[in-house]
């Protein structure tokens, strides 16, 4: 079983839809967990960071982890073409420890 | 927000040849920066962290003496790609972390280097 699972999708909504991203996760151990965004052939850039549990909400985006389900979620409302890009969940078990990808969504919104 | 680029932005090279790719953290410094690859279609493989002025710490199944890395500065960092082979095309990402603050919020990315090797 990998560390943390997200289906590559592709993902197609149209645009002014709420979209739901997911991952699952195995270790417990893990404690900060982020959502990247990636644009075709560019870097990925950090959307949201979370630590343990709860609800974060930044503008459009908000991230909920639940770590008793080990299950972390990332809504944007309100979606706009130029939200399509590849959806990386990440998370890392201490500090300063390695972060760990997830394969990444591909979401394409319709306008 | 922090920035970190990279040079060059894609390189397409001869089978054997070797490459060279820069990674710098423009308005920070990184005493760790580390090194990613990416597959289409697939997430961000780390390959190797670098600590400023020791060596590298390589992941398991990369090879240290065919992936290079250089860290002289707090600012700079280069991957260089030995001898490389077709095998070895792909999206070179590096990636700075601060000095301060926890790891998922300090450890910015740069725009990526896509290799291809004929």
């Known amino acids: 079983q990998k560390e943390v699972e997200q289906d590559p999708g592709p993902l197609s909504v149209p645009e002014g839809a709420i979209v739901s991203l997911n991952c699952t996760y195995s270790n417990s151990a893990f404690q900060y967990f982020m959502w990247y965004r990636q644009y075709s052939r560019k870097g990925p850039e950090l959307l949201m960071y979370?630590?343990?549990?709860g609800n974060k909400e930044d503008g459009r985006f908000t991230a909920q982890v639940d770590k008793s389900s080990k299950y972390i979620s990332l809504f944007i409302r309100d979606s706009q073409p130029s939200d399509s890009a590849t959806y990386l969940c990440?998370?890392?078990?201490?500090?300063?420890?390695?972060?760990?990808f997830g394969k990444g969504t591909r979401l394409h919104i319709l306008p | 927000g922090a920035v970190v680029s990279q040079h060059p932005s894609w390189v397409i090279c001869k089978s054997g040849t070797s490459v060279k790719i820069e990674c710098r953290s423009l308005?920070?410094?990184?005493?760790?920066m580390f090194w990613y690859r990416q597959f289409p279609k697939q997430s961000l493989m780390l390959m190797a962290t670098?600590?400023?002025?020791?060596?590298?710490?390589?992941e398991q199944g990369v090879e240290k003496d065919k992936f290079l890395i250089n860290h002289a500065s707090l600012t700079l960092s280069t991957l260089t790609v030995t001898s490389a082979h077709p095998e070895d095309s792909s999206f070179y990402i590096c990636?700075?972390?601060?000095?301060?603050?926890?790891?998922?919020?300090?450890?910015?990315f740069g725009p990526g280097t896509r290799l291809l090797v004929l």
């Open positions: 990636s700075a972390r601060g000095l301060a603050g926890t790891a998922g919020e300090t450890q910015y």
């Open positions: 670098s600590n400023e002025g020791s060596k590298a710490t390589y």
């Open positions: 308005d920070f410094q990184a005493t760790t």
């Open positions: 990440a998370m890392i078990r201490g500090r300063d420890d390695k972060i760990i």
């Open positions: 979370t630590y343990s549990s």
